[in-house]
């Protein structure tokens, strides 16, 4: 169901996208030029003849991106196709010299089939988002029209660089399979999933920031319990987790509104406007192109031996989602292990901390969620927060927080002493856990002699609550807890303190 400022509607969405993820690689799809763009590059000092279609030339598929789709592939626990084939889509434009894309086309055989990944689902419950496919298509170059007040400018270092576009799939069969994305925040963290899966296995840097990732969102709205999928618009090329979010919404509101008036909406394709958040019209399907596809006569179709897929099998590393099931297995809730596998930089802090330990995965956990993930700056996670601010803050190491939780656990120190140690640490205090214990005289006191004279003290002041709890209000215990910490200046441990009351009180 989804909801306009707050007020629940009677609508849902039906959220499809095609992500394309640059492929990390030496060289381009089809040429040995440098697949390097990065914007230090000088323009156009890394472009083949091949990338500016100069006559005569062939292109020459590079194994390495095909290796690098396939493992992209089975990240997705999708199908390789054995045989695949590669075609020309025409359109002109000047970022593209040869005048045509080669891509793979549905219709054909792409080399990524039927798969699938696994988000946390807006209910907290894992939900498995279906791939429809995954081809391999060359990227086009980058138009500068902002050096020159009269000229444009085209740097083709990009040209040619190989892309993989991830398609997400809607089963129009059988419209209530709901293994799609229905929210703004299912479509955000369906994308971060693929840019750990790409990250994790080397096959992109799958960074919007630098456009290493970049999706088209398709967005449709049906009223709660409809059984068909209605039209859809198709927004092109987002390049940030905020705009396509705020993409979503703009345009499921503003198709809602028009059925709500009566009308229907037409399947075009939009554009966003990142200053006011509002998508328009770029092209209706009255015009929409036609790419006049056809087989690429210079490619041979693509085969992909089992040996081959099988090789690339035995090497693949621990994804997000085994390393869930191993997290949940630890003790860990579902949300907990999404949480933590959310950026293979966090799991590995976490994996680091823990340390084999696993009496340790539940507090570290807690202390992560609960206190970390609100100080970004204070751990060595990159990109925990995409906007973290590395500034002067302490870095709380894996090592420091291991040595907090062993302390509680240890009965060292009691859960508001070590939150105090915490915060230190967060303000700068150096040194180990134990070190600032020390210094600052945080030690828990756990011998029942000093406690018991507490206890007696605080017992002794107050007979007229003494009198309510033991005439039945023993929710008091904890006005006698409070009392007996203040009295040791938050040092008793509290399970002893607990432990006496309730004895003395009886
Ligand atoms: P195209 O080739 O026009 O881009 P595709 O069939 O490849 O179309 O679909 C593009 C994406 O749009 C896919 O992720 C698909 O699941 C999604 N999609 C298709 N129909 C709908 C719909 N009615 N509502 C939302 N998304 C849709
Ligand atoms: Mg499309």
Redesign the pocket.
């Known amino acids: 169901m989804f909801t306009i400022k707050g007020k629940t509607t009677d609508w849902e969405l039906?959220?499809?996208?095609?992500t394309h993820i640059e492929v990390l690689s030496n060289s381009k799809l089809f040429s040995g030029a440098s697949a390097d763009y990065n914007p230090t590059v000088a323009p156009n000092t890394q472009v083949s003849m091949v990338d500016v279609a100069m006559p005569g030339m062939l292109p020459v598929l590079n194994e390495y991106c095909v290796e690098q789709a396939i493992k992209m592939g089975l990240g997705l626990n999708a199908e390789i196709s054995r045989k695949s084939k590669f075609a020309r889509k025409q359109y002109f434009y000047p970022d593209l010299p040869q005048g045509y894309q080669i891509s793979q086309p549905?219709e054909e055989l792409p080399i990524v089939g039927r798969g699938w990944v696994e988000i946390m689902g807006d209910d907290g419950q894992p939900k498995k988002i279906l791939i429809?496919r995954a081809h391999l298509e060359q990227d086009a170059g980058k138009l500068k029209h902002d050096v020159h007040p009269t000229k444009s400018f085209a740097d083709y270092n990009r040209t040619g660089v190989a892309l993989l576009e991830i398609?997400?799939?809607?089963d129009?069969k059988n419209p209530e399979n709901n293994s799609?994305i229905t929210s703004p925040d299912e479509a955000e963290r369906y994308l971060r999933e693929i840019r750990e899966i790409a990250r994790a296995l080397g096959v992109s840097k799958a960074n919007m920031e630098e456009g290493s990732m970049r999706a088209?969102v398709?967005?449709?709205v049906r009223p709660v319990g409809s059984k068909e999928?209605?039209?859809?618009t198709?927004t092109k090329n987002m390049v940030s987790f905020k705009f396509i979010k705020s993409a979503i919404e703009y345009e499921a509101r503003r198709q809602i509104e028009i059925y709500e008036n009566g009308g229907t909406v037409s399947q075009d394709t939009m554009r966003y406007s990142q200053s006011d958040g509002t998508t328009s019209v770029m092209r209706s399907k009255e015009d929409a192109l036609d790419y006049r596809y056809f087989p690429d006569p210079d490619l041979l179709p693509l085969e992909v031996s089992e040996e081959t897929i099988e090789r690339i099998r035995s090497t693949m590393p621990e994804l997000p989602a085994a390393t869930r099931v191993r997290y949940i297995n630890m003790g860990l809730s579902e949300y907990d292990a999404a949480r933590l596998t959310e950026t293979t930089d966090i799991s590995k802090w976490f994996d680091s901390a823990v340390n084999g330990k696993s009496e340790r995965a539940k507090p570290i956990a807690n202390w992560m969620i609960s206190e970390l993930f609100a100080h970004p700056e204070n751990w060595d996670v990159k990109n925990a927060v995409d906007t973290a601010e590395q500034g002067e803050a302490r870095i709380i190491t894996p090592e420091n927080l291991a040595e907090l939780v062993d302390m509680i656990s240890a009965n060292e120190v009691n859960g508001k002493q070590a939150k105090e140690i915490f915060i230190k640490m967060l303000d700068g205090e150096s040194g180990t856990p134990k070190e600032i214990a020390d210094r600052f005289g945080m030690k828990q006191i756990t011998d029942t002699a000093a406690i018991e004279k507490a206890v007696d003290d605080v017992i002794a002041a107050n007979p007229a609550q003494v009198e309510q709890y033991k005439s039945g209000k023993v929710g008091l215990l904890g006005f006698f807890v409070g009392g007996v910490m203040k009295a040791t200046a938050g040092k008793a441990n509290p399970a002893v303190v607990n432990e006496l009351l309730r004895k003395k009180l009886s």
């Open positions: 039906v959220i499809g996208l095609e549905a429809e398609v997400t799939f809607l129009t799609y088209d398709n967005v449709s999928f209605r039209t859809r198709e």
